[in-house]
């Protein structure tokens, strides 16, 4: 029999999930246990964990596992006070920015836009700009 071939791990870093296993087929390896986890290391969708580790040398066709950041989605925020919206993004682990402007697009003193929009999927960490309606004094 033919001795058994082998391969360096490539680094999947920062790849999404096709072009990692693109990469592992180039090199003669196999796609292991592919999961995900919020860890804030990288864009959603992107790996952030890989097994064996970068510059193993391996069998071909050994499995490579990977972990995929799984970001978090933007809450809806719109229409709820300060203190709520606040709060209901840290939960997700998002923080808020807070901006106030006269923009006739609902109560004062509540929510009328949010950057990223709601359902977003963004990093763990990310920032969320909100805008709060103020009584226009001109």
Known sequence: P?????????????MDKNVAMFTLA????EPGTISYRKTGRGQ???VVEQSPRVGSSVKYRTPVNIVLEQGVRVPNVIG????????RLNQEGLIGHISRQTTGKG???TIVEQNPSAG?????KSAVALVIEIEDWS
Not at 26 to 29: A, E, H, R, V
């Open 2 to 14: 033919e001795p058994p071939k082998f391969s360096k791990v490539p680094n999947l870093f920062g």
């Open 26 to 29: 180039f090199n003669q390896l």
């Open 44 to 46: 959603p969708g992107t």
């Open 80 to 87: 709820l006070g300060e203190e709520e919206a606040v709060n």
């Open 107 to 109: 109560e004062i003193g």
């Open 120 to 124: 977003t999927s963004v990093r763990i």
